[in-house]
């Protein structure tokens, strides 16, 4: 890797202040901070490491704290001459979804509001003469980027872009109607004003992108910047082709959408998009076919520039890597699926690898797989039976949970692969027994990638029917509380045809990082331990903080929490608390921009209540409701830091 130079502790110092900064008016620049209490003599003081101070979870002893987001962590950096500086953090939301926000032309708009594919507002009229708009009540996926010339009006600053997505809503105003799936996803920029003396960002303009080019966008969740700057989308829980006619949820999809139950494509969704901004804060999209259809969640693509590990969140995913023919370009390449050899463990203190091995799939373009989607019904591809027909053409595979017995028609293979890719991986003997592999991320220094999963359940647990016996990933119990896994990236690599694969980032093992713990209920109602991860969701790592941010989406954890785990010390600090019922979202962990180090970070659904929240809900419920547009909105935002102790050392 190329030598990053050690930052000053003045340097260092600014950027951990505008660890987004609450503002700074409160204090002072970091700079007149350290000329304030006589730190100016040492001023270069080189940068040495960064420790997070964890919280305490929210208990009922305060009920305000369980019901919006809470914060009572802190960061302090070391130096190398023995100071240190502490910040504390805090959360600063851009809006609340449902909130009306500038367009930047005079004019208002809704944030998280749903459009069709004329880009006209979709109505939600399930309470008479009380008809809106629909927004969102789930933001997920989020970016922090710079465009290079880039010119906003209202800036007074420096203009910073936030990419957000908005995965789903949860239910129609009238709080009977499900409405998951039902709303092509939005997404938007926001055009932030970025203070340089305090780093606080400030919204100024909210653009909705036009997704009618790529048919709209089908449960966006997590996203991750990549290297050339661009916002990696994703698609979810791709529709089943083959059951399409019979899916409620797609109909109702292709409706709101089109005016049509009937006109939206299945093959159109479950794919990659990618966002590209405008140096005056609007935006184009486009959607990558050739990354394989799977339920993507999250996109982690190497410093290489053309690797990308990819999370797949389904009963019976896999490990997905596509390798692109160019750097910055994801339009055509290599689609690759894992084969998990012996040894694999969930537990960390195993310390056991499982090797990978690497089947290929297929190479593409996306040009020539969107023609097939375009054109090919299901069973022009393959035929799928969901009982054993009795004929030795067809191959018995699992997937989605349930066994089935498939048979690639002729000249099909490639269809096969980038159209029905994850029953394509299972027939050409890739390991699809993992359940729900949520984030991914990179810590290229160590040339080590992090994969969650959120539970380890059904197609992993031996004995289960989902489970496929040999296929490397055989627990010998649950553990609903989920595991981080790290793999090992190496080059070097050959496929199991033994055609060398051309990069230098290939996961080469798996083993487990961190794991959560499953309990009987305690007081709280948590049915895992609330002082470990429950349910590992986002990912993101921090080259400068040495640290692996972790969001949970939890049905075991009363309140779901943000926490940061430095990969040196082994240290694991809760950072954040959600509010109860909801999920930590948008994690995005920006080492630098103009100066500045960012945690971004959203939550989802507040007060969605399961089965846990039977101790917590009667006197929740109506605070959460306060709070957050009586449980139809939720935060987009970012934690902040401001100096606490100006000088320890």
Known sequence: MPHTPTPSRRKTLQMLAGLPLLPLGAGASATGLLAACGGGSDSTAAFKSASFTGMAAPTLANPAAMATTTVGSALKATFDDGSTQSFALAYQPFFITGDMVSDGKGGKLLAGGYYDIRNQPIIDATVAGGERQFFSDAPDGSSLLTVPNAKVDGVKGKPVFAVVQFEYTTWAQDGKTDMYGKLPSPIAVLTLDQDQATGKLSLVKYHNVDTSKVYGLWITCGASLSPWGTHLSSEEYEPDAFTIGSNAMFKAYSQNLYGDAARANPYHYGHMPEVTVNPDGSASIKKHFCMGRISHELVQVMPDQRTALMGDDATNSAYFVFVADREKDLSSGTLYAARVGAGFSIDPASGSAAPLTWIRLGSATSAEIEQLANTLKPADIMSVQAKDPGDASYTRIVANGKAEWIKINPGMDKAAAFLETHRYAAYKGASMGFTKMEGTTVNARDKVAYSALQNCEKSMVAGDAANVPGNGISIPRQLKAG???????????????????????????????????????????????????????????????????????????????????????????????????????????????????????????????????????????????????????????????????????
């Open 483 to 649: 595991v981080v896994m790290a793999l090992s990236l190496r080059g070097g690599q050959k496929d199991t045809d033994g055609k060398a694969i051309n990069s230098e980032w290939m996961p080469v093992d798996t083993k487990a990082l961190l794991a959560g713990e499953d309990i009987a209920a305690d007081a709280l109602g948590n049915t895992a331990n609330p002082d470990r991860i429950a349910n590992p969701d986002n990912l993101k790592f921090s080259e400068k903080l040495r640290t692996l941010f972790i969001g949970e989406d939890s049905g075991q954890h009363v309140n779901n929490f943000l926490w940061a785990y430095n990969v040196d010390t082994k240290q694991l600090s809760r950072i954040m608390s959600i509010p109860a019922g909801g999920e930590s979202t948008g994690l995005h962990a920006v080492d630098e921009i103009n100066g500045w180090t960012y945690i971004m970070s959203n939550f989802q659904h507040a007060g969605d209540w399961g089965g846990i929240h039977g101790v917590v809900k009667d006197q929740l419920d109506p605070l959460i409701r306060a709070n957050y547009r009586g449980k139809a909105g939720a935060a987009v935002g970012y934690l902040t830091g401001t100096p606490s102790q100006p000088r320890l050392g």
